[in-house]
């Protein structure tokens, strides 16, 4: 069974950092590539970063661009977003997805449950 399970949001001051964690099961992630998303109450689903090791692409949408660094470990089957100088606009539920056919963005087979961030002072 393909799974992605999300973890390491949670309630950060701004300013501040946090990690999140994508872990893939019943797949190996390293053959996929992984976006990241986000989505605000009442805003669209929009996405945050992604990368590619298959046509060695990486993208960072401009509200985020210097801030958030997109990684993997390919021995734990896990992603990361490094999410650093949070700010409050960056409050939304984050989702990881997976695809098998490369794109950065591209047309994502799998997706987690989601986690948490929460920006406030």
């Known amino acids: 069974q393909v799974q992605l399970v999300e973890s390491g949001g949670g309630f950060v001051q701004p300013g501040g950092s946090l990690r999140l964690s994508c872990v893939g099961s019943g797949f190996t992630l390293a053959h996929y590539s992984i976006g990241w998303f986000r989505q605000a109450p009442g805003k669209e689903r929009e996405l945050v970063s992604c990368?590619?090791?298959?046509?060695?692409?990486?993208y960072y949408s401009e509200s985020v661009k210097g801030r958030f660094t997109i990684s993997r470990d390919n021995a734990k089957n896990t992603a990361y977003l490094r999410m650093n100088n949070l700010k409050a606009e960056d409050t939304a539920i984050y989702y990881c997805?997976?695809?098998?056919?490369?794109?950065?963005?591209?047309?994502?087979?799998?997706w987690g449950q989601g986690t948490q961030v929460t920006v406030s002072s």
């Open positions: 997805a997976a695809e098998v056919l490369g794109g950065c963005p591209g047309d994502y087979d799998y």
């Open positions: 990368d590619s090791p298959s046509k060695g692409t990486t």
